[in-house]
């Protein structure tokens, strides 16, 4: 089952922080994020597993609720490269991984 | 630079037609996944092998095949083409069988007139 990431696009000026929301109505066994760039692959940001710690490099962090199924994508103090499409990606059972549809990330000076 | 490799880049070719591409993952990764992605759309998963064995099964239409060789590299097959199946198509790998980083490769746009 897909999960449900919102916004499904949001546009920042510099400096400015974002959450992405993901959530499914699945119980989930990890919670992966990628960041993909127009007309390039999807680059891995991190993965959150169940029972695990809020994860986080340089000014992008991300949680893990496992009661409530969501994991949110926190940015801060975003940068002109943070502009991208964002998925985030869920594992449940013994399911590969379903990306959801993403959320345009716009970062304008 | 991710470490895996797609070819060819881009493949222009007519309904009716079939179609192969071709994906080498990353030294020492085992597992390789297929994802689909239309416009505006997000990433769909096709299907997974794992050391030559196939692990998981996605939206993976019946005119659509896979395998992985021995050398661990692998082959999507597309036959029948349509119309709808012009798009860019992933390949990934990563180390382990489920729960890892997939290393993504720069993907083969498909355009079918």
């Known amino acids: 089952q897909q999960p449900v990431q919102s916004p499904q696009a949001v546009i920042l000026r510099e400096g400015e922080d974002a959450v992405i929301n993901c959530s499914s109505s699945?119980?989930?066994?990890?919670v992966h994020w990628y960041r993909q760039k127009h007309g390039e692959a999807p680059i891995f940001l991190m993965i959150l597993l169940k029972g695990g710690e809020q994860k986080g490099h340089d000014k992008i962090s991300a949680s893990f609720n496992e009661k409530k199924q969501q994991s949110s994508l926190y940015l801060t103090a975003s940068q002109l490269s943070y502009s991208g499409t964002y998925f985030c990606?869920?594992?449940?059972?013994?399911?590969?991984?379903?990306f959801g549809k993403g959320t345009r990330l716009s970062v304008i000076a | 630079d991710s470490g895996v490799t797609q070819t060819p880049k881009h493949l222009i070719t007519a309904t009716g037609q079939r179609v192969t591409l071709r994906c080498s993952p990353r030294s020492g990764d085992l597992s390789v996944y297929w994802y689909q992605q239309s416009l505006d759309q997000g990433l769909q998963f096709l299907i997974q092998y794992y050391n030559g064995e196939e692990r998981a099964k996605g939206n993976i239409l019946e005119r659509f095949s896979a395998q992985q060789f021995p050398d661990l590299h692998s082959e999507l097959n597309l036959s029948s083409l349509e119309l709808g199946d012009s798009a860019l198509y992933f390949c990934?790998?990563?180390?382990?069988?489920?729960?890892?980083?997939?290393?993504f490769g720069p993907g083969t746009r498909l355009t079918v007139l």
């Open positions: 699945k119980a989930l066994y990890s």
């Open positions: 990606g869920t594992v449940s059972g013994n399911t590969p991984l379903v």
């Open positions: 990934a790998s990563s180390a382990a069988r489920r729960i890892d980083e997939q290393f």
